[in-house]
C-alpha cells in the first residue's frame, strides 16, 4: 500500500523518542515537528530532553474539571529543563498564545 513507517524502539512496550526523530530526519527530511499528543505524549517528549520550545494557548475560560490534565504529565518524576520567555500574542477570542524557548543549562 506505499505506507511509509518507521520503528523506534525494541518492542511494543516502548519508545525511543530520540531515535525516532532521528528517522524522521533521515528517511523523510522532517526537520520541524510539532508534537501535541496530549499530556502523556508530551510528557514522555519532555523526559527525552526533546521539547526546545513550548507554545501554550492560554482561554478565558474556567471549568473546574479536576479531570482535565496540564499540558505536561510526568508521572511526577522531576524534569529539570528551564524554558524563557519569547513571545506573547493576544487573541482574538480574549485568549493568548505564549512561546517559550528551552535554556541551555
Not at 523506534?8 to 508534537?35: C, H, P, Q, Y
Not at 518524576?77 to 485568549?95: C, N, P, R, T, V
Request: hydrophobic content about 45%.
Amino acid at each position: 500500500m506505499n505506507i511509509p513507517y518507521i520503528v523506534g524502539g525494541k518492542d511494543d512496550t516502548s519508545i525511543d523518542f530520540a531515535l525516532v526523530l532521528e528517522k524522521l530526519r533521515k528517511l523523510f527530511n522532517i526537520t520541524t515537528l510539532v508534537v501535541s499528543g496530549g499530556a502523556t505524549v508530551n510528557g514522555s517528549f519532555l523526559k527525552a530532553g526533546l521539547v526546545d520550545e513550548v507554545s501554550l494557548v492560554i482561554s478565558p475560560y474556567i471549568s473546574g474539571d479536576l479531570s482535565i490534565k496540564g499540558p505536561f504529565n510526568t508521572f511526577a518524576e522531576l524534569i529539570d529543563q528551564k524554558f524563557k520567555f519569547y513571545s506573547l500574542e493576544a487573541l482574538a477570542d480574549g485568549g493568548i498564545h505564549v512561546i517559550f524557548h528551552k535554556q541551555e543549562n
